[in-house]
């Protein structure tokens, strides 16, 4: 049997250049560039003074098996490939969370010979823009506690402060605490709980914000809970945003690495797609606009998560339009689809493939939705049978839909390169994008329309507590915003457990939370949890350090 090498080993043993080459190439002025050691730079997208005008290529996937489909791979590859077809690229990604780092889905640096160096750093603690976002959304809650200790001017109920804690990591003991125990002189006992880091507000405003001028004035807008008599209290009130946007002055700034083949790459800002609205930040996707004529960006999950909140939440902020969709999709997948347990997924199976089919098709029709012709890039594993690869072109062929076998994790660049020209294609013809609902619609008419239009729900069901949440929204005029959907990635429904296209099926909100400096309403359905936890074996089992300082068995 052919031996793989692990995508640290590829990593390690692929060349690097100094990263003041690749910013040169990329055509980022000198001094716009902040060297964080060799391979590394933040850029102060200040000094870059050109026109956004990048066409924007969205990846996407269709519904993940748990290790993922390759959607971060891809996206580095086809960056890879349309360098290798001659166009100016540069690749937007999201920053990792070390929670599925050490817990159990891995990096988020692409894998193969498709990936972003140096990726043990991007993996783990990168420029310390994770920990300065935790650590501003720390700062407010201190602030927020302090102010109730300190007499409490504002008048703030302790029993409805909804602001919480964050930490970058899987942690389920801490989902629910109680703080400022031990008596007068610790603090007023409140219950309080943490979230990921990932799925703080202070993270959404940072991927939502133009320029730092913007992230203050976002920052200001957050709503950290409510009065004895229920009007909401936002920083503005506590009069924090200057400090905590001075937290964030450095981490504002979006990374500049490279990808093996020596693509300039953008990664900054990483909310999870699938409890958060998922997309990097708009201040890296605008820069790379500015500095490359194609930006491949990425969304997380399928396109029932990241790409509906792309459309629907960061297009429209920033103003941008796809001008092409890539759907990664894999022979395992629709195996999973198609019934087939995990641990028989490489064994071929073409009837499963046909059977599990159907949730592509369902990806594919959501896409078109958003008047974006949709590219599937079929992502090759070596237990592909010649037989299922043929059968998903054939069915991709009847229904005229682009499709190619894409090999980047294998080869490189050279792997992707029919699929870079099939975007092209699409790329160069005029596409029709529009996001899927008006924001004037009531919230819980927005809700329902992704429900029936996106998921292939026939209602949405809201508990007692939403119907309480959706009354507070619309009192204090917030029904305007959009939402975002936090939902189990594996499924259309809210239950992770049905695969395939289901039908028939109702959604039910749980909580609505008002998220009014990322402008913003989550929608949390079934049980998905902003703090997820750690699984039996976590990945974390397999990592060590040798004596040189060298990472281990990170993936
Ligand atoms: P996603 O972005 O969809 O979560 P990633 O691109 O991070 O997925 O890939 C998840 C893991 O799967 C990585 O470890 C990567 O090396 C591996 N992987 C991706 N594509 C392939 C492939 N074609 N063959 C084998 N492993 C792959």
Not at 20 to 33: D, L, M, N, Y
Not at 40 to 52: G, Y
Not at 87 to 115: C, D, H, I, W
């Amino acid at each position: 049997m052919v031996e793989y090498l692990s995508d640290l080993e590829i990593a390690n043993r692929s060349e690097i250049r100094p990263i003041q080459e690749i910013a040169e190439k990329a055509g980022i002025p000198k001094e716009s560039v902040e060297p964080y050691g060799f391979y590394k730079a933040k850029i102060n997208t200040q000094l870059i003074d050109a026109p956004v005008k990048g066409k924007v290529v969205l990846v996407t996937a269709m519904s993940p098996t748990p290790a993922g489909e390759g959607k971060s791979t891809v996206t580095v590859g086809l960056s890879d490939a349309f360098k290798k077809i001659g166009e100016n690229v540069m690749v937007a990604l999201r920053e990792p969370s070390l929670g599925p780092v050490f817990g159990m889905k891995g990096g988020a640096t692409g894998g193969g010979y498709a990936q972003v160096l140096p990726m043990e750093e991007i993996n783990l603690h990168f420029n310390g823009d994770l920990h300065a976002i935790t650590t501003a959304n720390n700062a407010l809650a201190a602030f927020i506690d302090n102010h109730i200790y300190q007499g409490n001017q504002l008048n703030i109920d302790p029993r409805r402060v909804t602001w919480k804690r964050v930490i970058d990591m899987n942690d389920r003991t801490l989902r629910q605490v109680v703080v400022g125990l031990g008596g007068p002189f610790k603090g007023v006992p409140r219950e309080d709980g943490f979230d990921i880091t990932v799925a703080s507000e202070i993270m959404a405003v940072f991927c939502l914000s133009r320029d730092i001028k913007d992230l203050k004035e976002n920052i200001s807008k957050i709503t950290i809970g409510f009065t004895y008599d229920r009007k909401p209290v936002t920083v503005k009130d506590l009069g924090v945003e200057g400090a905590l946007t001075l937290i964030l002055k450095d981490a504002i700034k979006p990374n500049l690495v490279q990808t093996i083949e020596g693509t300039p790459a953008l990664i900054h800002g990483g909310p999870f797609a699938n409890i958060a609205h998922g997309c990097n930040s708009i201040i890296a996707t605008n820069t790379a606009r500015q500095l490359a004529d194609v930006v491949v960006t990425e969304s997380g999950f399928g396109s029932d998560l990241g790409a509906e909140k792309f459309m629907d939440i960061k297009a429209r902020r920033a103003g941008l339009e796809p001008s092409a969709i890539v759907v990664v999709a894999t022979i395992r997948a629709m195996k999973m689809h198609g019934g087939v347990a995990k641990d028989e997924l490489k064994a071929e199976n073409v009837e499963a493939v046909k059977k599990g089919i159907v949730n592509l098709e369902k990806h594919l029709e959501n896409l078109k939705q958003f008047g974006v012709e949709p590219v599937v890039a079929l992502n090759a594993f070596v237990t592909d049978s010649e037989e299922e690869v043929n059968f998903v072109k054939q069915w991709c062929a009847e229904r005229n839909i682009k499709i190619a076998l894409t090999e980047v994790w294998e080869k490189g660049g050279e792997g992707g390169v029919e699929l870079a020209k099939l975007v092209k294609e699409v790329m160069d013809t005029e596409q029709n994008f529009k996001p899927l609902y008006e924001l004037e619609l009531p919230v819980e008419e927005k809700i329902r329309k992704i429900v029936q239009d996106i998921y292939g729900g026939d209602d949405v069901v809201f508990t007692d507590s939403a119907k309480k949440q959706l009354k507070t929204i619309k009192d204090n005029g917030w029904d305007n915003y959009p939402v975002c959907m936090a939902k189990t990635q594996y499924s259309f429904t809210d239950d992770a457990k049905k695969l395939g296209r289901p039908a028939g099926f109702e959604i039910t909100i749980r909580e609505l939370i008002p998220k009014t400096g990322a402008g913003f309403i989550v929608a949390l359905t079934g049980d998905i949890m902003t703090m997820p936890g750690l699984p039996k074996q976590p990945a974390a089992l397999n990592m060590d350090i040798d004596e040189n300082g060298n990472a281990v068995g990170l993936f």
